[in-house]
DNA sequence: AGCATTTAATGAGCTGAGCTCATTTATACG
DNA sequence: CGTATAAATGAGCTCAGCTCATTAAATGCT
């Protein structure tokens, strides 16, 4: 049983085509396919089950990395590095969880949903502190965020696997971590922060004025 | 020939479970299986197919409604908006599009990757027209931008196709924008402007004294 | 140790979907 | 009207997922 799941991980790792796996399995292993069906009641529920035992350790080792970490950038930045390293390394195992967290909302949901749930819900409770810290604002949609980055990293990663050439972990999450938080439009001053300048500019147009008369300060 | 595509079409649209389509159509049109395989070598040319006509009407539309709309912000704001509802209205067809773009790398390209290609490139000309304009950052990266802008309209709409309650359009939409223009951080300044800040307190300082000690401004 | 009972494994074979092809039916043309 | 070309048919093949009656192995009990 446990070399049945062992054995379907390494087939759908080596080829994205979950076609005949039952077949390869069995052949693999010297069993007969039906004796794969008296561990698993279908084939679906062997594949989820590989995904689920492969996604809850991911996010075991997650949890122990990101304890070290601190500060809302920095974590925000290893969440999103260790996600793009992971979609990079095992992309037919990350397909397999996403592809099932978009099957049709009437199958029967599986655990995956809440491992993913966990996940991501770590990840807005990065922002919310960054919020209380007072180094994010506090008007920003926090599910639109977790969507960007998340639909970012996974967009990025399947050009890459479409074969549109290699990625660095580093740099995209760089990039992204820079795009969150700083935008892209060149900066401008808040109303408040404007009206502040224009009020010292006044100011300073006066001192001009001032020292054009000779006027002495003191 | 055009009914079975307008058939493969609806039954798409209706059921997201891609099996069994063939015998599906053949029953509604009256014909028999076969017939279908006169028109189309395979299933899945068929499906490509149907999901390629719709991707290129869509692409008319965009660019007829895309013309008449100027401006950095507005254009990128329409682009996410149609997005958005396209994918809301018509999630099977979307769904067959992107299923298509992230198939093997080994597949034969279909017309979609051109397609696709054609359409992200008027985004990322968007924000190149917006660098020009000195709108936006010079150094921003462009791919990514994109990446993040897609990448969060679909995992928006993954989440509505869940269940997980529905979404406005229009203000995800804003949202995207928002976030993609300001990012998520409270506001600081540049160097620059810090510097150029502090310059005119220390004059307001000075004026201060001034006021203070009663001399006449002229 | 020897028998009974429960559990595991087998392999033949069913089902259903995609697909093929020899044959039949319809259409076009001189 | 007859022939040539194109279109449609339906029987049936393949292959993958899956079932189940039967056989083999393991376990428990005296």
Redesign the pocket.
């Known amino acids: 049983m446990a070399d049945i799941m062992r054995c379907a991980g390494e087939i759908l790792r080596a080829h994205n085509d979950?076609?005949?796996?039952?077949?390869e399995i069995a052949g693999r292993l010297g069993?007969?396919?039906?004796?794969i069906?008296?561990y698993f009641?279908?084939?679906?529920d062997l594949i989820i089950q590989v995904a689920e035992d492969w996604y809850e350790a991911m996010l075991a080792d997650y949890d122990r990395e990101l304890a070290g970490i601190t500060g809302t950038a920095a974590r925000l930045r290893f969440m999103i590095w260790r996600h793009l390293t992971v979609m990079h390394d095992e992309p037919a195992m990350c397909r397999l969880v996403l592809d099932e967290l978009r099957a049709d909302a009437g199958y029967r949901k599986t655990s995956i949903y809440e491992l993913n749930r966990q996940y991501t819900r770590r990840t807005l409770a990065i922002v919310k502190d960054g919020i209380a810290s007072g180094e994010l604002r506090a008007d920003v949609p926090l599910t639109m965020i977790r969507d960007m980055i998340y639909g970012g990293i996974e967009h990025h990663t399947w050009a890459y696997l479409r074969g549109e050439g290699d990625f660095s972990p580093t740099q995209a999450a760089e990039e992204i971590v820079a795009i969150i938080y700083r935008g892209i439009a060149v900066p401008t001053d808040t109303p408040e922060r404007a009206g502040a300048l224009t009020r010292l500019e006044d100011v300073a147009t006066r001192l001009e004025r001032i020292a054009q008369n000779q006027i002495p300060e003191r």
Chains 1, 2 share one sequence.
């Open positions: 979950r076609d005949g796996i039952v077949a069993i007969v396919e039906g004796t069906y008296r009641p279908t084939k679906r």
